[in-house]
């Protein structure tokens, strides 16, 4: 159609010049780094060298603050003498900025790669001990080195700052060691003031100090090309290891003050976060034993069940046809026998997900075998084949990281495995529950809180069945079940 009216000419869309400033904050706003470090002239991360002048100290969006000229000085810590004067350096500093690199995201395997640390901003020294390609540079032995600074890193004297330091404590206990003195974490910092926002430390230097940082992707490569900490080269480790360590000061200089303005934020960091840090870490450092044996025997049931249904499923259907083909439901469902089309996916096929399968349930017996067929094809891939192979074979116990820094609620998320989902609905999921079990001699207790959120609607709402539910002590799932259905409480079935 060659004459719709556009509000546009042709003259109109050629390219206008680019307004700095304004494409700096769109682009901090819609986090586009990649473009961020293109407007910056920076090219890509990996172009950051030792002496290239950027501010990192401002706590202002890069746009909104002239940025003075800043040197940096990293240092690749390779001899006792340059140990020992970095040793007395922190063992003399008000607040040391730790961090680890390792082998692994795994905080209950990961290996001892290198440390950073720094104590002026602009200033950082890594300290590399299992770097390990051809040509690599002559380092410090990891046990030397650790042996050096086991006094400095257990003492709770001297003070210590990091960005998520519970995995840091993870890597050190690996080697031995009990690291002290944990007073800072700019994770939880930001938690505090923005739970909201992403919290990773990338993001934070571009909003808080308006930088871009050397990336993990940019050192180790993406997808199938990724290399392993150990295998970067020394000179490239430290330019990274030594920014993370610089940039988590700067970001404790920036976010810290804005925390203790608020006598409500500084108790809730002083006093709930950094010390439920602290709990957690021992809480994932001791895993929860499970009875694997009996996950075995449940996937071998499981198995069995899922083939009695899977029968069933073909005598209902009239023919075979593989369950776990989207394609082949749909022709069995829709073509084969004329189910009506509750919703389409994107490409404009009848959809066979789990919502569309509940709805058809109600009326036919097709859909509700296959929901149970997937019910238990999903308990036995996540949980009783999965959680056995994520035994620790050091501790025989499994090792979930409990995530502090994640719900906007202020709740804790489990994953790896995520131990808050096993199921409880149904006899099966129920079972799963039975292999967490507590060594001999010992016994699991569970601790809750009773209704904590009706309480709290209770008080604000002055609701008078629910306040008086409450003051009764009566179950207020019951109470308000008899409410609705005009039964006596005693008639209200589980």
């Not at 203790?260 to 950094?274: F, G, P, T, V």
């Not at 189910?339 to 017996?365: I, N, R, W, Y």
């Not at 019910?375 to 620790?392: A, E």
Request: net charge negative; charged share 25%; hydrophobic share 35%.
């Amino acid at each position: 159609k060659c004459d719709v009216p556009l509000p546009v000419g042709i003259d109109g869309l050629v390219p206008q010049p680019q307004v700095i400033d304004e494409l700096t904050q769109l682009f901090e706003r819609l986090e586009f780094r990649s473009w961020l470090r293109e407007l910056e002239g920076r090219g890509t991360s990996d172009e950051v060298r030792e002496g290239e002048t950027e501010d990192r100290s401002s706590s202002r969006p890069s746009s909104l603050v002239p940025r003075p000229s800043a040197t940096r000085h990293y240092e690749t810590i390779l001899t006792d003498s340059a140990l020992a004067a970095w040793l007395d350096r922190i063992s003399n500093a008000p607040l040391v900025s730790v961090d680890t690199e390792t082998t692994s995201l795994d905080p209950m395997t990961a290996q001892l790669v290198g440390i950073s640390l720094s104590v002026q901003a602009h200033h950082a020294a890594y300290i590399p001990v299992g770097h390990s390609y051809a040509g690599a540079p002559a380092q410090l032995s990891r046990d030397h080195v650790l042996a050096a600074l086991k006094g400095w890193l257990e003492n709770p004297r001297y003070r210590k700052l990091g960005q998520n330091l519970k995995y840091d404590k993870h890597v050190f206990a690996n080697c031995g060691i009990m690291l002290g003195g944990v007073e800072h974490d700019t994770l939880l910092q930001s938690y505090v003031l923005e739970s909201h926002r992403p919290h990773d430390m990338d993001n934070l230097a571009a909003r808080h100090l308006g930088i871009t940082t050397i990336t993990y992707d940019d050192v180790t490569g993406k997808g199938a090309g990724r290399i392993s900490f150990e295998q970067v080269e020394v000179a490239r480790a430290t330019e990274y290891a030594a920014e993370d360590a610089d940039v988590t000061l700067q970001l404790h200089q920036a976010l810290v003050p804005r925390i203790e303005q608020d006598s409500k934020l500084l108790h809730i960091y002083r006093h709930i976060e950094l010390p439920v840090m602290e709990v957690l870490f021992t809480m994932e450092r001791n895993g929860v034993l499970l009875d694997t044996g009996l996950l075995h025997q449940q996937s071998r049931e499981l198995g069995v069940k899922m083939l009695e249904l899977e029968q069933a499923v073909h005598r209902q259907a009239g023919q075979p046809f593989n369950l776990n083909s989207p394609k082949q439901l749909q022709e069995i469902l829709f073509e084969r026998h004329k189910l009506p089309v509750k919703k389409k996916t994107p490409g404009g096929l009848p959809s066979t997900d789990e919502d569309v399968l509940k709805e058809l349930a109600l009326d036919h017996p097709l859909p509700k075998l296959i929901l149970e067929y997937r019910s238990l094809s999903k308990l036995k891939s996540t949980y009783t084949d999965k959680l056995p192979r994520m035994v620790n074979a050091a501790t025989g116990r499994v090792h979930t990281n409990y995530a502090q820094a994640v719900a906007v609620t202020g709740r804790l998320s489990s994953n790896d495995p995520n131990l808050q989902n096993i199921p409880v609905r149904t006899a099966e999921g129920r079972r799963i529950r039975e292999a967490f079990i507590a060594p001999p001699g010992s016994v699991i207790v569970s601790a809750d809180y009773s209704q904590i959120e009706l309480r709290i609607m209770a008080h604000l709402s002055q609701d008078k069945g629910l306040l008086q539910a409450f003051a009764a002590g009566e179950d207020v799932h019951r109470h308000t079940a008899s409410d609705i259905f005009g039964v006596e409480s005693a008639a209200v079935t589980s």
